[in-house]
């Protein structure tokens, strides 16, 4: 299978630099035949050219190619600060970037899942979700781009043209949280606990993080200083651990209203109003969705939730 797709998008890119030519309006040519058609993907053509992904042997599809336009690719210069020349120069991120806009299968916009891990065949995975009538796409980095136009039809495939081009995660959630302020006393607890080796390992893991507001609350409801909690290693890994769930689980994904198990062990529960009910009976409420990391995800909790005293 990995050698079915492998020489798919291989297949996909040499065709881009080809010059193979398109189908007629009735009989659409293949992805690549169809993108070259197209004038708003000249910058593309030229990116894949410049990965040196020409000589790989071709294979069937079908697959979906979320395509970025040209204005797509000057706004990530701007973005990245570098020229045309400097990013197609780079060979590694090019090639890493492409195959991180090419889906195995073939996926119209009447069938993108909504708010749920999709991994593309160079690794990684992004998201997608209906804003209004729009498909909006998060990528690895938590940048979003648009698809500004759907299901453009090819004989072995779909294309949807984006207009901002996707770049796979470089962040580990220990570095997203680091990254983030509102996250300062979590990344103290989590390094208290020694767990920092833990939550930057491959995963992927579904972590439920606590802001600074909702640490301050459980000090208050546990009468202990912050240095107290954080000298309490036991308690602090196990309470830290209750916020963790092996596997990926994006919003879309959530089990409603079903135990879900922890790395700690127990379970919590979460109503469809997305509040968490935890072993105590306690409520907390998660206040934000589908923050992606290299290795899992993260939703943001108002407030710390505990195992069983």
């Known amino acids: 299978m990995l050698r079915w797709i492998t020489g798919f998008v291989s297949a996909l890119l040499l065709a881009f630099t080809a010059g193979c030519g398109g189908g007629s309006d ?9 993108a070259q058609g197209d004038s ?21 599809g079908p697959a979906t190619v979320f395509a970025p336009t040209n204005d797509a690719f000057a706004a990530l210069l701007s973005e990245l600060g570098v020229t045309k020349e400097q990013l197609l120069a780079n ?17 119209p916009s009447s069938s993108v899942p909504l708010n749920k891990a999709i991994n593309p065949v160079g ?12 498909l909006v796409i998060t990528d690895g980095r938590n940048r979003t781009s648009k698809i500004v136009q ?10 949807h043209a984006i207009d901002k081009v996707l770049l796979p995660a470089d962040k580990t959630i220990v570095q997203t949280a680091i990254a983030t302020p509102d996250f300062s006393i979590l990344v ?15 995963g992927p893991y579904t972590v439920f993080a ?34 963790v769930v092996p596997g990926l689980v994006l919003k879309g994904s959530v089990p409603i209203n079903t135990p879900i198990k922890t790395v700690e062990g127990e379970t919590f529960t979460v ?3 997305l509040a968490i009910t935890d072993q105590r009976g306690r409520q907390a409420n998660i206040v934000a969705t589908d923050v992606l990391a290299s290795n899992g995800v993260i939703h943001v909790l108002d407030k710390v939730i505990l195992p069983a005293p």
């Not at 759907?150 to 294309?159: E, K, L, Q, R, T």
Request: proline share 5%; aromatic share 4%.
């Open 123 to 134: 690794g990684g995975f992004f998201k997608i979700d209906k804003v209004g009538a729009s």
């Open 150 to 159: 759907a299901d453009i039809a090819a004989s072995n495939g779909v294309i």
């Open 271 to 273: 109503s469809p109003a």
């Open 188 to 202: 103290e607890a989590v390094t208290a606990a020694a767990l920092v080796d833990t939550l930057s390992a491959p």
């Open 91 to 107: 060979k590694p991120l090019l090639t890493a970037v492409l195959q991180y806009h090419v889906v195995a299968g073939q996926i």
């Open 40 to 60: 708003r993907f000249s910058i593309l053509v030229e990116a894949v050219q410049a990965a040196g992904l020409t000589d790989t042997l071709a294979a069937p």
């Open 210 to 243: 606590l802001t600074n507001a909702a640490f301050a609350s459980l000090l208050t409801e546990l009468g202990l200083t912050k240095e107290q909690l954080l000298a309490n290693k036991p308690l602090l890994t196990k309470v830290l651990t209750y916020h």
């Open 26 to 34: 009735d009989h659409p040519g293949n992805v690549v035949q169809v």
